[in-house]
Each structure stands twice: as structure tokens, then as C-alpha cells.
């Protein structure tokens, strides 16, 4: 039966397929691809978990049996009898083979992808006593996990969701050219970035809000995506027919062959759409009245360069460092691994400039699971960002030097996030001196780079003087702006529809911080996902902003907005705007 189950929408397009569930577990549970030749490896850790928790139970049966029945209820041999039966049930151990062999999941991924798909069965179930089994069910399974932990025959973490890319022996699958969707209750954005190498056509997650850094990383992907979902990965199941609308926020699952067919149409225009995009691509930035826009490109990773000349970036605007941190349980990278990182990117980028934020992490991009940052009561307000950076100065020393020596290799900017304090600057700009004494007295080359800081926090857009006195140039983080503003979790879809670009006390910041550097002669430019959306175009360009980084796949949509627009005309109106009490309202009448 067709139901619908609305999100937000985040990453454009529409993707049809059938759904892969990655089921949450209360045991943390790697899930990655494996080769077609360790398939029989994976069944045999399977069973030599399963034949561990027999063995347990058997040992504690042979213990009852010892004891009188006045100390060994009934109920207790009842129950280790179930979870003998349950362990060794056909549907149980037949299915997990089949998500290995056939879908070529780890062992643990196709342990709790089955332990779901009998759950929904048992859910089902109209007899009370065994829809209770359901329990007993995910009691033994989360056994047999743990009983796996030991002999992780990988070496990949135990930690969190990790999805490696498609193994290159491909799917097994009969009809191995239907495209997948992921149903999640969340996805941290370190694994999202797995999946970049695209074996998903789209995703969906329970949770999350529009700027929260998973719905960052899917759009950078250029892949519909559906966050805040809230119960989808619990409507759908397995193997669903799934429609992600990512324009509207909609997730259809079991689609009508009429609605199947509209989306098929609409799926079509989307491309056309694009194609007719794609002339634009070497159309340089200017508006009808002659000024020039540099639209650049947020990277996640030092590869994403490719695919930020390929859109007709002129440099990357914001490359978000701590990608390179996550994911590393604990053993960060050496100052060489980031070099060659950061040296990657601004190679990639044949000369045009690359802006290396450095690392920002914290809040909903923890390390990884076992990072203490994420125990904090309130993590976007905690020890993140800079924050963090200056309370392990050696780090961020590591992390300076490495910047600085890539710098040899093509133009550079250094990016700052997070920053409120006067006390934060001065400690920054001496360490960044100090990484450059010691470069130099060790006779290591490097390149001169110039200095900028974010603009994210009320705090810093309301004392720019002291900014702009520092820095060479700003960067204004709407993400966080707005968040930290509006006092909005960006990442919590309860209060997503408080989330707003356009309330008046975050234009106001956006546009004094825009019109100080323009009266300073200081580059200024918007690195928030504000830069990418094209509702915010003119207005932006109104307000003088001529500098917008954003993911890559929006580009073209943007830099048509800037060849229609007339910054003359704008100017006018971008005040208008900022001194409506609605401007929303202002902005649709
Ligand atoms: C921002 O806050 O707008 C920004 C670009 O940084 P991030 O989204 O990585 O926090
Ligand atoms: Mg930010």
C-alpha cells in the first residue's frame, strides 16, 4: 500500500529505488561492504558468534540441571530453550547468509539487517505470546554481536555506522541494476562521506535538520536526500519500493505505477533541467550591470577539488578540515598526512586559491563515537571549533604547519572558525606566527598565507572593528550564525521550522558584516549554505556580497541568478528588505 511520510527536504533531485536499512543496534555495529571472496569469512564469524552464545547456554542449562527445581524456575530453562530454538532458527540464519552472499554486507550489518526484517514479522504477529519473542529475538542477536566483537577479523573499528564504497566485485544481486536508497535513523556526516563513492541514489534519515552537517555532506553529494523523517526507519522495510522527493521533503514508499510514472516524468525534467544548466558552465560570473561574483566551492575532502573545477569554481571557498579528524578513534593525522592532504586540494585546484578552515570540530561532527566532546550537555556550545584547537595547542601547532607548508604549493587562505574573543584572535595569530618560526628556523619550506576569520557567532558580527583589525579577510558562517542567533539547534528537526535565513536580526548581522568590509576594502564572503541557495541570490548580491561558496552542484543555479541580476536595482530593494518586519512575507508578495 502507497504511504507518504514527510521530512525536510535537503538535497535536491528525485531518487526511486528499493530501500536498504541500516537498523540502529544498542551494540555499536560497523556496516561496510565486504569482497565477494570474504563472504565465506563473514558467515564463518557469524557462526562462530552464534556457537558461542550456544555454548553459553548450554553451560548455564548443564548449571540449572545441577540445581533443584525450587532454584531453577521453569521459566528460566523455558527461556534458554526459546534462544537454543531462536539461534538456531532456519529464517534467522538463512537470511543473514542471504544479506552476505547476496547484498555482500559484514557480518554484523546482515546480522542486525535480519534481526529487523524478523522483528517487523514478529510485530505482526496477532498471537501476544510470540510477538513477544521479539525481545528474546534482539537479546540473543545483540549476544552474538558482542560474542563477534572479539574476532573482528578487519581491523575496522567497532565504532558507529562505517560504510565503505561498493566492493569492486559489485553487487551480487539479481537485479543489480536497480538503484538503492538508504533509510536511516541517523548517519553521522564522517559516514556519510563514505558514501560518496555512490552506491546510494538517495537517502533518508529519521532525524536531523537542514544545515545539520549530514544534510551538508548529502547535498554535497548532489543526491536527493530527506532528513527529519522521524519514523521512516520504521515504516519502511527492506526492499520497498521507496520514492525520495528531494525538492519537497517527501519520502513515498510502495508507489502506485501513476505515481511511479510522474516521478519518472519529474525525474526527467530534473535532467533536462540540469543539462540546460550545464551551458552555463564556462559563462563567466557577471551580473547585467558588469560585476563580477567568484563563485567558489565547499570541499569536504582534498579530492572534492576535481569535482569543484568540473562545476566551474573559480577556488574553494571553504574546505572543511575536520573531515580529515573523523572517524580516526582517537589517532589524529601527523602533520605529513595533512600536508599531503591539504597539498592534494591546492594542487587539485591548479592555482586557483583554496581556503583551508582549520579544523571545526564538535557539536554534530564529533570525532567519532567515542569522542568525550559528545557527552557534553550542549556541544554547539561547547569545547568546539577554535575552541578546541587552543585547548591542545601542539594539535593545532600540527595542523598550522601543515597548512603552511601547502601553501608552497599554490595560494592558500587560512580560515579561523568559531572565533568570539579578542583573547581567541591574539592567541591564533601568535600560534600562527609561531608555526611559521619554527618552519623557518627548521628550513622547511612553505608558502605566505593570508589570515581570515568566521563569521559565526552574534558575538563576532557585533565587533567586527576588532575582526577586521586582525584579519585579512571574513567568512560569514550562516549555519551557525543563524543557529547561534536564534538560539536553534541546527541539527534538530523539532525545531527546524524556527531555523530561518531570513528573520531580521540575522540579516541585519549578515548585511553590517557584508557593508564593514566593503567600507574597510576587506574581502568578504558567505561560506553558509545561505551562499548555495538560490531563494537568497539576490539579495545577497543586493546587499554587496560578491563572493559565494557553496557545494559544487549548485554553482550553475547560483551564477544563472547573478547573469539575470542588476546589483544597481537590488541595492535599493536589499534595504527594503532588511528594514521589513517580515521579510519573508516581504520577499513572497
Ligand atoms: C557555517 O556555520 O555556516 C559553516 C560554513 O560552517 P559549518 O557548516 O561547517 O559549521
Ligand atoms: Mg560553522
Same mark, same amino acid.
Given at each position: 500500500?502507497t504511504?507518504?511520510?514527510?521530512?525536510?527536504?535537503?538535497?535536491?533531485?528525485?531518487?526511486? =529505488?528499493?530501500?536498504?536499512l541500516?537498523?540502529?543496534?544498542?551494540?555499536?555495529?560497523?556496516?561496510?561492504?565486504?569482497?565477494?571472496?570474504?563472504?565465506?569469512?563473514?558467515?564463518?564469524?557469524?557462526?562462530?558468534?552464534?556457537?558461542?552464545?550456544?555454548?553459553?547456554?548450554?553451560?548455564?542449562?548443564?548449571?540449572i540441571?545441577?540445581?533443584?527445581?525450587?532454584?531453577?524456575?521453569?521459566?528460566?530453562?523455558?527461556?534458554?530453550?526459546?534462544?537454543?530454538?531462536?539461534?538456531?532458527?532456519e529464517?534467522m540464519?538463512?537470511?543473514?547468509k542471504?544479506?552476505?552472499?547476496d547484498?555482500?554486507?559484514? &557480518?554484523?550489518?546482515?546480522?542486525t539487517?535480519?534481526?529487523?526484517?524478523?522483528?517487523?514479522?514478529?510485530?505482526?504477529?496477532?498471537?501476544?505470546?510470540?510477538?513477544?519473542?521479539?525481545?528474546?529475538?534482539?537479546?540473543?542477536?545483540?549476544?552474538?554481536?558482542?560474542?563477534?566483537?572479539?574476532?573482528?577479523?578487519?581491523?575496522?573499528?567497532?565504532?558507529?555506522?562505517?560504510?565503505?564504497?561498493?566492493?569492486?566485485?559489485?553487487?551480487?544481486?539479481?537485479?543489480?541494476?536497480?538503484?538503492?536508497?538508504?533509510?536511516?535513523?541517523?548517519?553521522s556526516?564522517?559516514?556519510?562521506?563514505q558514501?560518496?563513492?555512490?552506491?546510494?541514489?538517495?537517502?533518508?534519515?529519521d532525524?536531523?535538520?537542514?544545515?545539520?552537517?549530514?544534510?551538508?555532506?548529502?547535498?554535497?553529494?548532489?543526491?536527493? &536526500?530527506?532528513v527529519?523523517?522521524?519514523?521512516?526507519?520504521h515504516?519502511v522495510?527492506?526492499?520497498?519500493?521507496?520514492i525520495?522527493?528531494?525538492?519537497?521533503?517527501?519520502?513515498?514508499?510502495?508507489?502506485?505505477?501513476?505515481?511511479?510514472?510522474?516521478?519518472?516524468?519529474?525525474?526527467?525534467?530534473?535532467?533536462?533541467?540540469?543539462?540546460?544548466?550545464?551551458?552555463?558552465l564556462?559563462?563567466?560570473?557577471?551580473?547585467?550591470?558588469?560585476?563580477?561574483?567568484?563563485?567558489?566551492?565547499?570541499?569536504?575532502?582534498?579530492?572534492?577539488?576535481?569535482?569543484?573545477?568540473?562545476?566551474?569554481?573559480?577556488?574553494?571557498?571553504?574546505?572543511?578540515?575536520?573531515?580529515?579528524?573523523?572517524?580516526?578513534?582517537?589517532?589524529?593525522?601527523?602533520?605529513?598526512?595533512?600536508?599531503?592532504?591539504?597539498?592534494?586540494?591546492?594542487?587539485?585546484?591548479?592555482?586557483?586559491?583554496?581556503?583551508?578552515?582549520?579544523?571545526?570540530?564538535?557539536a554534530?561532527?564529533?570525532?567519532?563515537?567515542?569522542?568525550?566532546?559528545g557527552?557534553?550537555?550542549?556541544?554547539?556550545?561547547?569545547?568546539?571549533?577554535?575552541?578546541?584547537?587552543?585547548?591542545?595547542?601542539?594539535?593545532?601547532?600540527?595542523?598550522?604547519?601543515?597548512?603552511?607548508?601547502?601553501?608552497?604549493?599554490?595560494?592558500?587562505?587560512?580560515l579561523?572558525?568559531?572565533?568570539?574573543?579578542?583573547?581567541?584572535?591574539?592567541?591564533t595569530v601568535?600560534?600562527?606566527?609561531?608555526?611559521?618560526?619554527?618552519?623557518?628556523?627548521?628550513?622547511q619550506?612553505y =608558502?605566505?598565507v593570508?589570515l581570515?576569520?568566521?563569521?559565526?557567532?552574534? &558575538?563576532?558580527?557585533?565587533?567586527?572593528?576588532?575582526?577586521?583589525?586582525?584579519?585579512?579577510?571574513?567568512s560569514?558562517?550562516?549555519n551557525?550564525?543563524?543557529q547561534?542567533?536564534?538560539?536553534?539547534?541546527?541539527?534538530?528537526?523539532?525545531?527546524?521550522h524556527?531555523?530561518?535565513?531570513?528573520?531580521?536580526?540575522?540579516?541585519?548581522?549578515?548585511?553590517?558584516?557584508?557593508a564593514?568590509c566593503?567600507?574597510?576594502?576587506?574581502?568578504?564572503?558567505?561560506?553558509?549554505?545561505?551562499?548555495?541557495?538560490?531563494?537568497?541570490t539576490?539579495?545577497?548580491?543586493?546587499?554587496?556580497?560578491r563572493s559565494?561558496?557553496?557545494?559544487?552542484?549548485?554553482?550553475?543555479?547560483?551564477?544563472?541568478?547573478?547573469?539575470?541580476a542588476d546589483?544597481?536595482r537590488?541595492?535599493?530593494?536589499?534595504?527594503?528588505?532588511?528594514?521589513?518586519?517580515?521579510?519573508a512575507a516581504?520577499?513572497?508578495?
Amino acid at each position: 500500500m502507497t504511504f507518504s511520510i514527510h521530512g525536510l527536504a535537503v538535497a535536491r533531485g528525485i531518487a526511486i =529505488g528499493r530501500a536498504v536499512l541500516v537498523a540502529s543496534s544498542r551494540v555499536d555495529v560497523a556496516h561496510y561492504f565486504i569482497e565477494a571472496d570474504q563472504v565465506e569469512r563473514e558467515i564463518g564469524r557469524v557462526r562462530r558468534g552464534r556457537d558461542a552464545v550456544v555454548e553459553e547456554i548450554l553451560g548455564l542449562q548443564q548449571t540449572i540441571a545441577s540445581l533443584g527445581p525450587k532454584d531453577a524456575p521453569h521459566e528460566l530453562r523455558a527461556l534458554l530453550d526459546v534462544h537454543l530454538m531462536l539461534l538456531q532458527d532456519e529464517e534467522m540464519v538463512e537470511g543473514v547468509k542471504h544479506w552476505i552472499r547476496d547484498r555482500l554486507y559484514n &557480518a554484523e550489518w546482515a546480522l542486525t539487517t535480519q534481526l529487523e526484517t524478523l522483528a517487523r514479522q514478529f510485530d505482526e504477529m496477532e498471537n501476544e505470546y510470540l510477538r513477544e519473542r521479539k525481545a528474546d529475538l534482539e537479546q540473543i542477536t545483540e549476544k552474538v554481536l558482542r560474542a563477534m566483537q572479539g574476532q573482528l577479523t578487519t581491523g575496522l573499528p567497532l565504532v558507529a555506522s562505517v560504510v565503505r564504497k561498493v566492493p569492486a566485485s559489485g553487487w551480487q544481486l539479481d537485479d543489480a541494476d536497480v538503484p538503492l536508497v538508504l533509510i536511516a535513523h541517523e548517519i553521522s556526516p564522517s559516514d556519510m562521506l563514505q558514501f560518496k563513492q555512490g552506491v546510494f541514489a538517495g537517502f533518508v534519515t529519521d532525524v536531523g535538520g537542514k544545515t545539520s552537517h549530514t544534510a551538508i555532506v548529502a547535498r554535497s553529494m548532489d543526491i536527493p &536526500a530527506v532528513v527529519g523523517a522521524r519514523t521512516a526507519s520504521h515504516l519502511v522495510r527492506q526492499d520497498d519500493w521507496v520514492i525520495i522527493d528531494g525538492d519537497a521533503g517527501v519520502v513515498i514508499v510502495d508507489p502506485s505505477p501513476i505515481i511511479l510514472a510522474e516521478y519518472n516524468y519529474k525525474q526527467r525534467q530534473v535532467e533536462v533541467e540540469r543539462s540546460r544548466l550545464g551551458r552555463l558552465l564556462d559563462t563567466p560570473a557577471v551580473t547585467l550591470d558588469g560585476q563580477k561574483v567568484d563563485l567558489l566551492a565547499n570541499i569536504e575532502m582534498p579530492d572534492d577539488a576535481a569535482a569543484a573545477i568540473k562545476a566551474g569554481a573559480v577556488g574553494v571557498g571553504l574546505f572543511r578540515s575536520e573531515f580529515l579528524f573523523m572517524g580516526r578513534l582517537g589517532h589524529l593525522p601527523d602533520e605529513e598526512e595533512q600536508y599531503q592532504a591539504y597539498r592534494r586540494a591546492v594542487e587539485g585546484m591548479a592555482g586557483l586559491p583554496v581556503v583551508i578552515r582549520t579544523v571545526d570540530i564538535g557539536a554534530d561532527k564529533p570525532m567519532d563515537s567515542t569522542f568525550v566532546e559528545g557527552k557534553h550537555l550542549n556541544p554547539a556550545l561547547g569545547l568546539r571549533a577554535i575552541r578546541w584547537s587552543l585547548a591542545d595547542p601542539s594539535m593545532f601547532l600540527t595542523q598550522l604547519r601543515a597548512i603552511l607548508r601547502a601553501a608552497a604549493h599554490g595560494p592558500v587562505k587560512m580560515l579561523i572558525p568559531m572565533l568570539a574573543h579578542l583573547g581567541e584572535i591574539r592567541q591564533t595569530v601568535a600560534l600562527v606566527e609561531q608555526a611559521r618560526s619554527e618552519l623557518q628556523r627548521e628550513g622547511q619550506v612553505y =608558502g605566505p598565507v593570508v589570515l581570515g576569520a568566521m563569521i559565526e557567532i552574534p &558575538a563576532a558580527a557585533l565587533t567586527l572593528k576588532t575582526f577586521l583589525r586582525h584579519f585579512d579577510y571574513l567568512s560569514l558562517g550562516t549555519n551557525d550564525l543563524i543557529q547561534y542567533t536564534l538560539a536553534i539547534d541546527r541539527a534538530d528537526e523539532s525545531v527546524a521550522h524556527l531555523y530561518d535565513p531570513l528573520h531580521p536580526a540575522v540579516l541585519r548581522l549578515v548585511a553590517d558584516t557584508i557593508a564593514e568590509c566593503r567600507a574597510q576594502g576587506k574581502e568578504v564572503s558567505v561560506c553558509g549554505e545561505m551562499a548555495g541557495d538560490i531563494a537568497m541570490t539576490r539579495l545577497l548580491l543586493g546587499l554587496g556580497l560578491r563572493s559565494f561558496s557553496m557545494h559544487p552542484a549548485q554553482i550553475l543555479a547560483v551564477k544563472q541568478e547573478v547573469l539575470r541580476a542588476d546589483t544597481g536595482r537590488l541595492a535599493p530593494w536589499a534595504q527594503a528588505v532588511l528594514a521589513h518586519e517580515d521579510p519573508a512575507a516581504f520577499l513572497a508578495g
